[in-house]
């Protein structure tokens, strides 16, 4: 069995940082891509950052320069540093992880619980 668990959520007021943390643990072979996305009301999920194995990171337009997203393999953890945050950063947000269990299984995106961030103005 596989989990990934995260925590670091809360409410903040605007201007305020925050940070994510999300740690993948069971029989866990190899992670690839590791990522958080954020589903807020009424909206469809988003992908807010990623971050390969190599340490490569992409973003959402709306994030960059605000958010960092980091990670530790040995850990089999993924961060997000979040700062400046606005109203508008208000949502439920999921990590996901792109994993191998074995040497022979496909690789298969695992989520997380989410974890709720609020940003008041």
């Known amino acids: 069995q596989v989990q990934l668990v995260e925590s670091g959520g809360g409410s903040v007021q605007a201007g305020g940082s925050l940070r994510l943390s999300c740690a993948a643990s069971g029989t866990i072979f190899s992670i690839a891509e590791m990522g958080w996305y954020r589903q807020a009301p009424g909206k469809q999920r988003e992908l807010v950052a990623a971050?390969?194995?190599?340490?490569?990171?992409s973003y959402v337009d709306s994030v960059r320069g605000r958010f960092t997203i980091s990670r530790d393999n040995g850990k089999n953890t993924v961060y997000l540093q979040m700062n400046s945050l606005e109203p508008e950063d208000t949502a439920v947000y999921y990590c996901?992880?792109?994993?191998?269990?074995?040497?022979?299984?496909?690789?298969?995106?695992?989520w997380g619980q989410g974890t709720q961030v609020t940003v008041s103005s």
């Open positions: 996901n992880a792109n994993l191998v269990r074995s040497w022979n299984s496909p690789p298969a995106d695992t």
């Open positions: 971050i390969t194995s190599r340490g490569i990171a």
